[in-house]
């Protein structure tokens, strides 16, 4: 947990810089960061979505995640949690129009990326924390990016970290044997095209269901094995 630990302490550290910079920005410049803050999330997206090996098992696994998220409802759930900690935590509620935003947007962006996944392996298996310092020193710059365009909701991204990667961690040894190389590249492949996603709701101000389809991250660790049978 060490390295994933880390990573909570960088994003959490990049937010309150963030915060206090936010403070001395004027609204048009936060404005033109945060569509340059869309670009390179969009970037980051593509340059992770061409790595796929199998385009058909990201397309599965978009169709199949998407029906399962819509049925659950997942993106109305998110919103629903980060209106429940918005009242909890945000004492200026004219913050509240960025706070979920900032909050789902982080979390995603932090998580769903192959970093994420081997760093926390090699943590749990191995307590090599190197990739997930790495990984750290990367959230915490952009956290300062995100907190001073998205506000206060960034920082509750670092609570998704600790859950998604310390639990990858702390079961390591079971879920090493599943998570082969093939599977890892495609649930990176799937998760950088919701990044994208991401990106473009930021850019536009449009509303891609997003959380909605995060299960579809996860389709590639039954369709790869299943794939190879055939």
Do not use: F, K, R
């Given at each position: 947990m060490i390295g994933t630990l880390i990573n909570v302490v960088a994003v959490l550290a990049g937010t309150a810089l963030g915060l206090l910079l936010r403070k001395g920005i004027p609204e048009r410049m936060r404005e033109t960061v945060m569509q340059g803050l869309?670009?390179?999330v969009v970037l980051i997206g593509?340059?992770?979505a061409i790595k796929t090996g199998d385009t058909m098992c990201v397309i599965v696994s978009m169709v199949?995640?998407?029906l399962l998220g819509s049925a659950v409802n997942i993106e109305h759930r998110l919103d629903q949690l980060g209106a429940l900690a918005e009242r909890k935590l945000v004492r200026n509620q004219g913050e509240g129009s960025t706070f979920a935003k900032g909050f789902v947007t982080a979390s995603l962006v932090y998580c769903v990326g192959a970093m994420a996944i081997v760093g926390a392996m090699d943590s749990g298996l191995r307590g090599d924390h190197s990739t997930l310092i790495a990984k750290a020193a990367l959230d915490g710059v952009s956290a300062i990016f995100f907190a001073s365009t998205m506000g206060v909701g960034v920082g509750l991204s670092a609570v998704a970290v600790l859950v998604y990667q310390g639990a990858i961690a702390l079961l390591a040894t079971w879920i090493a044997p599943i998570l082969t190389d093939p599977i890892i590249?495609?649930?990176s492949a799937v998760g950088s095209?919701?990044?994208i996603g991401i990106g473009l709701n930021m850019l536009y101000d449009k509303h891609i269901a997003v959380g909605n389809l995060l299960p579809a991250i996860f389709v590639p660790m039954?369709?790869?094995p299943l794939s190879a049978l055939f």
């Open positions: 869309a670009l390179c593509v340059s992770g199949v995640g998407g590249n495609e649930m095209l919701l990044i039954v369709y790869v």
